[in-house]
Nanobody, 124 residues
Framework: QVQLVESGGGLVQAGGSRRLSCAAS????????MGWFRQAPGKEREFVAS????????AYADSVKGRFTISRDNAQNTVYLQMNSLKPEDTAVYYC?????????????????WGQGTQVTVSS
C-alpha cells in the first residue's frame, strides 16, 4: 500500500515557476514508478510526466516537454515536478500517482495509487 500527499500548488503568474512535491509512505515506494497527471475543469485527466523507480528513465507529455522536469529522491520517499515557463493552459489540479511496476507509464489506468491533488493556477 502506498499513500501519496501532494503539496506546492498555488497561484503563479505566466512565465513563472513552481515546484510540486509528492510525499509517499509505504514500503513499495522505492520499487514503484511514479507519475504526475493533471485535470483541468471540464477536461479528462491527462498525463504530464513519469519516472522509473531508479530515476534513470523519464517521459513527458509534448505540451510540457522542455518546461517541466520530474525527479525523485528515494531516500526521502518524494517525487518532484519542477514547472518552469508556466502558461495559463497549465492551470489544473495536479495529481501524483504510483504504480506497482518499476517502469514508466503514460496511461492513468496503469497506476495503482493516487494522491488527492493540488491546484495550480497560472494567471495571464
Amino acid at each position: 500500500q502506498v499513500q501519496l500527499v501532494e503539496s506546492g500548488g498555488g497561484l503563479v503568474q505566466a512565465g513563472g515557476s513552481r515546484r510540486l512535491s509528492c510525499a509517499a509512505s509505504g514500503r513499495t515506494f522505492s520499487s514503484a514508478a511514479m507519475g504526475w497527471f493533471r485535470q483541468a475543469p471540464g477536461k479528462e485527466r491527462e498525463f504530464v510526466a513519469s519516472i522509473s523507480w531508479t530515476g534513470s528513465s523519464t517521459a513527458y507529455a509534448d505540451s510540457v516537454k522542455g518546461r517541466f522536469t520530474i525527479s525523485r529522491d528515494n531516500a526521502q520517499n518524494t517525487v518532484y515536478l519542477q514547472m518552469n515557463s508556466l502558461k495559463p493552459e497549465d492551470t489544473a489540479v495536479y495529481y501524483c500517482a504510483a504504480r506497482k511496476g518499476a517502469t514508466i507509464a503514460t496511461m492513468p489506468g496503469r497506476y495503482d495509487y493516487w494522491g488527492q491533488g493540488t491546484q495550480v493556477t497560472v494567471s495571464s
